[in-house]
């Protein structure tokens, strides 16, 4: 879920279905040459794996000059205004030892390499030389073009239009290269269908909020029981830092666009096919942003969402938690199911703020905060009226800590309730979540925030997929994966066939240990009511570029670029060095961004003017505050 002050911003940008000038979906991943072959489709996803129609533009054209911010929003700005910047110093490397060439531009521009000059006087003279000579005559403009859809037109092929058939020497070398260097996934044998996938998201959790990704703290045996039995992917990437965008990339299996949330719904889920296919769905969340009010509830026969205020932990006589009731309800659906395949999701925001759960955090100073972290307060840390320390900071953790704590115990009742059953034999389980939090990781004023920044504590999430017959081992897996991905899985362990043009892939050749590449992960905040600082990142595994576009907070770079394996909390910009990674990562994200505006992205709704009982959940959360907060 968003949350900011007038600093920070939170919403999804949208992407397109394929168009040429873009590069269509997976742009940026070819751009990368980091998509392998998918396990029906051969390297790459639909479009994406079709080297002819990978031109996306970034490739064809140097940048204008012009710094790196600028040069990503190049289409955006007239000429004039970009060269006010001056050089080129970061976005076009110098020739030279370690250097990379720029591409010679007659090659961009398709020309053909001059033929071999004939020897001798034979080679100038016969039926050989006037055929050559008859060869290197001028022909009428287009006749080459009108030969060539004769010949095709009389072997039943269509004519491709000009622009979808040039394929410009230097970029379908880099394309070449590239997935070659990336290396194409061989087929892969579905696993067994599982009678039964459940999906569990815990709102608000961080990766390290687990043991098992490395908090000191023993907050998570259920996820961490399940993870030894299943699969662990140490680097999923959210594409959205707040709950709406990232629901609808999750439920899509594509980045957020109007092709799949307009207005206030969602227009198309994996839940739909699952449900085709003839399974009984089910979903138990806590409304807010998962609420029939965005049209979350497409294609699942059952949906049964928080009514009421929205309450974290137990607050003594008010009865159970939200998440207790929550998992309650999911539990009694699958007492009650009649053995039939089944899918069921479960959300709940045990985790978010309000911090109230105070086992980890019960003999600890607490500074100048009260015994649990309410809203007003956090709003008063947000706006400066409340300075804190690492008093206060490892207070908060403390709480959150608790609250991950909170939240495992439910996934445990929903776990043994699976294995009371008897369902659990033949039960897949996939843990996650939407996006992550702050805790004062970088400012002490983002204690409780998300849905403002781009930074790995807001991205990085867990995922954990459980196949009780999975033929894969189980184990860790390091190779970076995204949250889009997790719909397509969950259509791949249901044996449903993935639809094309998706955005998301099956991660089960990547459980198999055939696909090892990483996976480019795109992720982006568009402007909104009150948070106006639009964002998008970039990152393939080892680096990440973050472009802060205008208008931007005081102090903040227009380009951020970090070397994810030396420094992992990303606190060196390194923009100031000439790399071939930045190069591709910025190509990739101007060709994601560029996709986004022809497909026009989500126009998040206005949550004031969702009905008074929403309204009040999200109050209840932290949100929807007059001057939008």
């Known amino acids: 879920m968003a949350r900011a002050a007038d600093r920070h911003a939170g919403a999804p940008g949208g992407r397109r279905a394929h168009d040429p000038r873009a590069g269509g979906r997976g742009a940026a991943a070819r751009a990368l040459g980091t998509q392998p072959r998918s396990r029906s489709r051969g390297c790459g996803d639909g479009a994406a794996g079709r080297v002819q129609r990978a031109a996306p533009e970034p490739l064809e054209r140097p940048p204008a000059r012009g710094d790196a911010g600028r040069a990503l929003e190049a289409d955006r700005e007239p000429a004039a205004a970009r060269a006010r910047l001056g050089g080129d110093r970061v976005l076009r490397p110098r020739e030279g030892p370690g250097r990379a060439r720029e591409p010679d531009r007659a090659a961009l521009r398709g020309a053909r390499p001059p033929r071999r000059r004939a020897r001798g006087a034979a080679a100038r003279s016969g039926p050989r030389g006037r055929a050559r000579a008859s060869r290197r005559s001028p022909r009428a403009p287009g006749s080459a073009r009108a030969a060539r859809g004769a010949r095709l037109r009389r072997r039943g092929r269509p004519l491709r239009p000009a622009g979808a058939r040039r394929v410009r020497g230097a970029l379908a070398a880099a394309l070449v290269a590239a997935a070659a260097a990336a290396g194409c996934s061989p087929r892969v044998a579905p696993p067994p269908p599982a009678r039964g996938i459940v999906l569990v998201v815990l709102d608000t959790l961080r990766a390290d909020g687990l043991s098992a990704y490395g908090n000191p703290r023993p907050t998570s045996p259920a996820v961490d029981a399940l993870a030894a039995r299943g699969v662990l992917f140490e680097n999923a990437v959210s594409h959205a830092a707040w709950t709406l965008p990232s ?17 206030t719904h969602l227009r198309a889920s994996f839940v739909e096919r699952l449900r085709a296919a003839g399974r009984r769905t089910a979903a138990f969340t806590e409304s807010g942003y998962v609420s029939r009010y965005f049209g979350l509830e497409l294609g699942f026969e059952t949906w049964q969402e928080e009514e009421g205020k929205t309450r974290v932990v137990g607050e003594g006589p008010a009865g159970p938690a939200s998440a207790e009731r929550t998992f309650d309800a999911a539990i009694a659906w699958l007492r009650a199911h009649d053995g039939s395949p089944f899918f069921l999701m479960v959300h709940t925001y045990e985790i978010h703020t309000p911090y109230r759960a105070r086992e980890y955090a019960e003999n600890l100073p607490s500074g100048v905060l009260a015994p649990t972290y309410e809203d007003p307060q956090r709003r008063a840390v947000q706006q400066g009226r409340l300075a804190v320390g690492e008093t206060e900071r490892a207070y908060v953790r403390a709480l959150y800590d608790g609250g991950v704590r909170a939240a495992d115990r439910q996934v445990g009742r929903l776990l ?52 009780p017959r999975a033929p894969w081992p189980r184990g860790r897996v390091g190779t970076q994966v995204r949250l889009v991905d ?45 948070r106006p600082y639009p964002r998008a990142s970039a990152q393939d595994g080892r680096w990440k570029l973050i472009a802060n576009f205008a208008p931007r907070p005081r102090g903040w770079p227009e380009v951020e670029f970090y070397d994810l394996a030396q420094d992992p909390a990303e606190r060196e910009n390194l923009i100031g060095l000439r790399s071939e990674a930045l190069e591709r990562l910025r190509a990739a994200l101007r060709a994601e961004r560029r996709a986004i505006r022809l497909a026009g992205g989500v126009e998040t709704p206005d949550e004031r003017l969702a009905p008074a009982a929403l309204r009040e959940q999200l109050e209840a959360l932290g949100y929807v505050r007059d001057g939008g907060g």
């Open 247 to 263: 629901f609808i990339g999750l439920l899509s299996g594509s980045y957020p666009s109007r092709a799949v949330f307009a207005g």
């Open 486 to 530: 997790v719909g397509p899985t969950i259509l791949d362990l249901a044996g449903v066939p993935t639809p094309a043009g998706l955005e998301g892939r099956s991660l089960v050749p990547v459980m198999a240990g055939v696909e090892t590449a990483p996976r480019l992960a795109y992720s982006e905040l568009s402007p909104r009511r009150g």
């Open 416 to 467: 043994t309730a699976l294995d009371e059953t008897g369902l659990a034999a033949d039960t897949a389980v996939v843990v996650t979540s939407d996006h992550g939090e702050a805790l004062g990781d970088r400012d002490p004023r983002d204690l409780g925030e998300h849905g403002h920044h781009l930074y790995g504590e807001l991205l990085h999430v867990p995922l954990v997929v459980y196949h």
